[in-house]
Structure formats: structure tokens, C-alpha cells
């Protein structure tokens, strides 16, 4: 498949053939974290980073779409300037089209698919509104938490959530001064959970400090962490979801129940048919 | 609501100024399209390649520094190269009126100036999918 059909075929989860992969080794990365954190510049870091191994690299970055007219600005390109170039880098920007968790249904197909023509490393970068993302673990191997200093009091802002499912929790912009500071209350937090915390990096993609760190712990982090069961829940989800939106009378319900015609419990029904 | 389209919208060559294909961008995303925007000063290379990775059914180009006429051509030009001569292009900016033939001759669809209101850009490419 060249790179004009790949394209295409990742329009529509229709076009994609390619079996469901396997989840070793390794392959997809979730960048998550709230808007500002700097998970666009981490993320062009990465990917010059394993570019320089050798690796394949795709990019899906979710932006969300309006809930009102339903376009969408996908700018997160703009920021990553190692992405226009070379055969061995591809980005697509994706909206939500308005789906709850930001995670649009198709994206788990997608990944099959990038991952059957031999891309190597596969990054999601997720809308970033905080700790309702955690659906991003139905589809990313590994999760990446970006946090920044002067958020204010951050065990605050995340409370549950995205925290407890991260593999790997980096503080970016630590050229700025309090980035210390957060590390030290998000470990601290981590530790009195009482399970295996996550490690707590610094790192700045401003400077580059702390980049190497941050791949090498992600190639060692054990193959699974993270309560496997808020996983699976996540995938089940993720999945009854994508049978809803894919049944051939969504839109039709949708009109009804917008039109007052139907209730929810009918309209429930009728998507459960079959 | 119609699938929307997706549009991307791109500043090439030496540009600094970005505030019309911002509007433009904005506009697009009312009426309902995912609008990509690429950030300034792409080449037409690397405008193609996004147009081809984001499966872009449209391309708008921005350019106020004067270089349309080599720039808008030379896009066309690899966009047909590519074989992706099904997306449309077109044009804004500061466009003399009298480059426009030229322009519409190597591929350009349409050419939107300053003036022009985004209901006329849009009908133009809603247009497109009827």
C-alpha cells in the first residue's frame, strides 16, 4: 500500500482490512495531558528521536470538533516541524466528531492498520482535556502523562483518573521555574496510592533536557502497568461504542430522538437490535 | 449533519503574515469542515505531502509576499505529479487582478481576495461536493 492509499484507507474504517496486532512488542504511545503542558513539542521530540533510530513513526493528533457545526482547526501540525519530511514519518490530524473520551471510534483500526505496513511506533496525541481521556487506554500500549509547573495546585486538577493509568508521568517545561515542585507532589501523591507508583520525570522540550531519559524508560517500562481491568473496561467500552456508531440506522435514531419522536430507552433498543 | 470536508489550509514559501488564512481557517470551521492549517513558510513539496497524508479533498493557499505566481503553479504542478490532481485548489491573498488568468490556467479553482466574505468562499466549496 503506498502512502496516498494508506492515506485514504484511514479515512474510513470501512477501507481497513488489516487483522487486529497484537499488543507485543510495544508499539503505541498515548500522549496525554491538558491543554499548554507542551505535549505537541514533546511529542516532535520523540519523534526525531526515534526517527534517528531507524524507527517508523506515525502520528494521529486528536483535536476536537465543535459540538455545535462540527468542524474542527487541526493545528497541532504546525508545531512539529520533523513531520514534513521523509518517508519514514507520517501525521494525520483527526477530529473527535464529537464522540465521548476524544478518542474517535475508528482510531483502533487505524493503529491495526498503520502497524500491518510496518510503521514501527505509533503516537496519539489526545485533546488534552484532562482526566475524562482515560479512553486512550483502550488503544495506547503505553501512557504518557505531560504535566507542566505553574498549573496551580495539580493533584487538584487531576483528582482521579488519567494519573492512576499513566505509565510514565513527565513534567515538562523544567527550564521554568516550580517544575521541581510539581514532580515532588505528583510522587508524593503516587506514593500514598499504595500500588507500584510511576516513575516522575523532568524534562523540557524547550532544551531537550531530559529526552534520552525519557525514551529509555519508556522501552524498559514492564510490558503491562496500570490496573489491567480499568483497561479492559475502557476497550469493552471503546468497542460497544464504535457497534453503535456503526449501526445502519444511527443517523435515522439520532434525527428521531432529536426531533423528540423517540426516547432514549427506544432508541437504545432499537441500536441493540443488532 | 454532511460528512465535512477536509481542507487544508497552507502559507508557502517566505510569508510572515497570517492573519487571512487564520480567518479563512475559522471560517471553514463554522461552516462545519476540518481545517487543517500547516504554520507558515511550507514549500510546495511539504505542502503536497501534508494535502496527500491528511487526505485533503481541498488545498487553500495564502500568499501576500507577491511569489503566487511561481508558488500556486508549482503546487498544482506536484499535486498532478502526485496524482492527486482530484483535490481541489485555491487561492487568497494580495492576487493581481491581471495574474489571475495565468493562475487559473496552471490549476487554481478559485482566487478570493481581500472583500471577499466568507459565505461566497463557502458556497464555493460546498459546491464542489454537489
Redo the contacts between chains.
Keep these: 500500500m503506498d502512502?496516498?492509499e494508506l492515506?485514504?484507507a484511514?479515512?474510513s474504517s470501512e477501507l481497513i482490512t488489516a487483522p487486529a496486532r497484537t499488543r507485543e512488542p510495544w508499539r503505541v504511545l498515548g500522549v496525554t495531558g491538558s491543554p499548554g503542558v507542551g505535549k505537541s513539542c514533546l511529542v516532535d521530540r520523540i519523534v526525531s528521536n526515534w526517527l534517528s533510530r531507524g524507527e517508523k513513526v506515525a502520528i494521529l493528533a486528536i483535536d476536537p470538533?465543535?459540538p455545535v457545526?462540527?468542524?474542527?482547526?487541526?493545528?497541532d501540525?504546525?508545531?512539529m516541524a520533523s513531520v514534513?519530511?521523509g518517508d519514514n514519518v507520517?501525521?494525520?490530524?483527526i477530529?473527535t466528531r464529537n464522540l465521548p473520551g476524544g478518542i474517535p471510534a475508528r482510531l483502533n483500526r487505524m493503529v491495526d492498520l498503520l502497524v500491518h505496513e510496518g510503521w514501527t511506533r505509533i503516537i496519539i496525541e489526545t485533546v488534552g482535556s484532562g482526566q475524562s481521556e482515560i479512553r486512550i487506554v483502550a488503544v495506547a500500549d503505553r501512557l504518557l502523562l505531560v504535566e507542566g509547573p505553574a498549573r496551580g495546585d495539580v493533584i487538584q486538577a487531576e483528582k482521579a483518573g488519567v494519573l492512576e493509568l499513566a505509565d510514565l508521568i513527565v513534567v515538562n517545561k523544567s527550564d521554568l521555574d516550580g517544575a521541581d515542585r510539581v514532580a515532588d507532589e505528583i510522587r508524593l501523591s503516587l506514593n500514598l496510592s499504595g500500588n507500584e507508583p510511576a516513575p516522575v520525570i523532568l524534562c523540557s522540550a524547550e532544551t531537550g533536557h531530559g529526552i534520552g531519559e525519557l525514551i529509555s524508560i519508556l522501552d524498559s517500562l514492564p510490558p503491562v502497568r496500570g490496573p489491567a481491568i480499568a483497561r479492559a473496561r475502557e476497550r469493552l467500552l471503546a468497542a460497544h461504542q464504535e457497534s453503535l456508531l456503526l449501526h445502519p440506522d444511527f443517523s435515522d435514531v439520532l434525527k428521531s430522538l432529536t426531533e423528540g419522536d423517540i426516547s432514549i430507552e427506544d432508541a437504545l433498543s432499537i441500536l441493540q437490535r443488532g | 449533519?454532511a460528512t465535512?470536508l477536509?481542507i487544508v489550509i497552507a502559507k508557502p514559501g517566505l510569508d510572515g503574515h497570517d492573519r487571512g488564512a487564520k480567518v479563512v481557517?475559522?471560517a471553514?470551521?463554522?461552516?462545519?469542515?476540518?481545517?487543517?492549517?500547516?504554520?507558515l513558510r511550507?514549500t510546495p513539496?511539504?505542502i503536497v505531502?501534508?494535502a496527500?497524508?491528511?487526505?485533503a479533498q481541498v488545498v487553500g493557499l495564502s500568499s501576500l509576499s507577491g511569489a503566487h505566481g511561481f508558488l500556486f503553479p508549482k503546487v498544482c504542478e506536484l499535486l498532478r505529479e502526485?496524482?492527486?490532481d482530484d483535490i481541489v485548489v485555491f487561492g487568497g491573498g494580495i492576487i493581481p487582478e491581471r495574474d489571475r488568468p495565468e493562475l487559473f490556467e496552471a490549476g487554481v479553482a478559485a482566487i478570493f481576495g481581500p472583500g471577499t466574505t466568507s459565505t461566497e468562499m463557502i458556497e464555493f466549496l460546498e459546491g464542489l461536493e454537489a
Design positions: 502512502r496516498r492515506a485514504r484511514l479515512s470538533s465543535s457545526t462540527g468542524g474542527a482547526l487541526l493545528g501540525r504546525m508545531r514534513d519530511a507520517y501525521f494525520r490530524s477530529a | 449533519m465535512p477536509r481557517a475559522r471553514l470551521r463554522d461552516a462545519g469542515h476540518e481545517v487543517i492549517y500547516t504554520g511550507r513539496e511539504q505531502r501534508i496527500m497524508d491528511e487526505d502526485a496524482g492527486l
